[in-house]
């Protein structure tokens, strides 16, 4: 579940707490007003706030989410954090301080509850209870992953929340709180600052960005029967690194929406939406609506009607068509004339250009390919553009396909749920081709064909070269 499912769920369980919580205290009034408690309003009111939290997070962990296929279990610690390191990316981030940030009004409220729930010991086994009932049940419905980051995030942010009110009642009571209990409620803010202060600092200061491809979670070798059927060079050898120059360039992207918006007649909205590297702009033109997804690492967007009618556009004369798009594309610097055209389809026009050998050559390349799904319309139903201009960098020298080997050997690769114990493995070709990562460079990575047990079960890993 990322960042932006959870804002989209959380509104109806905040106003289900809310009504619980209005309807709570006009009770307590009630009751107050016949005479028929004697409980004080502070401890009603902590209970009620229990039961708004409680009702807020089960909505999300448990009925915020689709079903998995299959259960999962993620038993490596900081996984979220290297997960986030290796696709640099701000939601993953966003949810390591989500689930902090969500256990802290348990933390917070509980010493309030009661004189049995003041102590540290006792919120750390109750929060630590709660949030390993919320983990199996995930597992066992189906409705998430069991994660060991999940219990460990959800008790650090209790007992965050913990530490917070304990300074709080410490300087009610004395006015003049103990430095160990300062110490204590700062530690835990402070330590994810410095986290994040020092990985930024690193990440700015290393050479080439990191590898999306590479997971936190390795792969389990254990039992799997490995074949070779190819030979391995034992050679390094010395290839060209590049990158493209229109990663995270913000200024191209406005370029494609003023040209969008001038070419056809759009209204852009306001509205610009983030998830993970994409961005989305909306557009409209009378009744249609349309949106620009824009791939902000890679430079490359898709421009679609949001209504996603695909219509056959009648009787259209082909050449014209191609000649009109292609003139347009070209004028607007968004296609090479040794492009390759070719007609997918009835309505599907392609341009395509391939790259040259990467690892020899010193010199920028563009490369990728552009497609227009016609519409019986002016405004196309899509304009799909991967393609992406690349500058040389330098030359860097690459483990050689030997010890790439070694590495899959080892499992250090991607983790691949289909392996499973007594399989067996053959590896039928290797080689090397180029992936983008997270600054925008191509970097160099070796991969690896092959099947799983029978040859129609085909899969390939990828090993980093560099």
Known sequence: MDFITI??????FIIISMFILVTGI??????RFKGNTSSSFSKHF???????WSITVIGLTMFGRNTYSQNQINLKLFSGYFNAWNTWNIHELQMIIFNVL???PLGFLLPLLSSKTKTATR???LSFGITLFIETTQLLTSRGIFELDDLFHNTLGS??????IDLFLQWKEAKKPQKTAIVRALMIPFGFLLTFFLCMIVYHYQEFGNLPMISAVKQDMNGIKISLKTELSKEKKSVSVYQNIHSYDKEYS?????LLVKEFGLTKEKTVRQSGHNRYFYFQKGNEEYYLLYHDRFGTWSFNNRKQVLENKQDPNFEKEKDKWEGWLQKNHLLKEDATYTLENSRLLTWTLNGKSLTTQDQPFT???IQINLSNQEIPDQILSTMTTNRYVKKKQIISEEEAYEELIHGNFAKNNRFKKKDKLVITSCKLEYVSDTKGYLQPIYQFDGYRNQQSDSITIYIPAL
């Open 367 to 369: 490369m990728g390919t």
């Open 46 to 52: 902590v209970i009620l706030l229990l039961l708004c």
């Open 159 to 164: 007992m965050m929340g913990y530490f917070l």
């Open 26 to 31: 006009v009770y307590y009034l009630f009751r």
């Open 123 to 125: 919120v750390f086994l």
């Open 254 to 258: 406005q370029e494609v929406v003023s």
């Open 7 to 12: 804002k989209e769920n959380l509104f109806p």
């Open 102 to 104: 969500m256990f802290v």
